[in-house]
């Protein structure tokens, strides 16, 4: 299984970008989706995850200025960031977790990584 995410640049403090992230390969059933970030010198953290069921968790530092969605037939999750802050810079990184067959227990598994700069 991999994890393709894109959507990620430079903008403006105040701009909005938009990340997605698919899985590909085999894939039985997608529990928990969501987005960490980690910034230069910083521990990985949670931005925002949804569940199946498009219950959500957000970071305290982006409540209402991000929103997470996902698009269950396409198996895709999407994070749009409005207003963005300089302090949102970091490398963004998709995480699912999945089962790969039904018999087998789900495993987190995590995207490349794209590039969020925001310039004051």
């Known amino acids: 299984v991999q994890l393709q995410a894109s959507g990620g640049g430079l903008v403006q403090a105040g701009g909005s970008l938009r990340l997605s992230c698919a899985p590909s390969?085999?894939?039985?059933?997608?529990?928990?989706m969501g987005w960490y970030r980690q910034a230069p010198g910083k521990r990985r953290e949670l931005v925002a995850d949804i569940t199946s069921g498009h219950s959500t968790n957000y970071a305290d530092s982006v409540k209402g200025r991000f929103t997470i969605s996902r698009d269950n037939a396409k198996n895709t999750v999407y994070l749009q960031m409005n207003s963005l802050k300089p302090e949102d810079t970091g490398v963004y990184y998709c995480n699912a977790r999945l089962a790969q067959r039904s018999w087998l227990p789900p495993n987190d598994y995590w995207g490349q990584g794209t590039l969020v700069t925001v310039s004051s």
């Open positions: 390969g085999s894939i039985f059933s997608i529990n928990t």
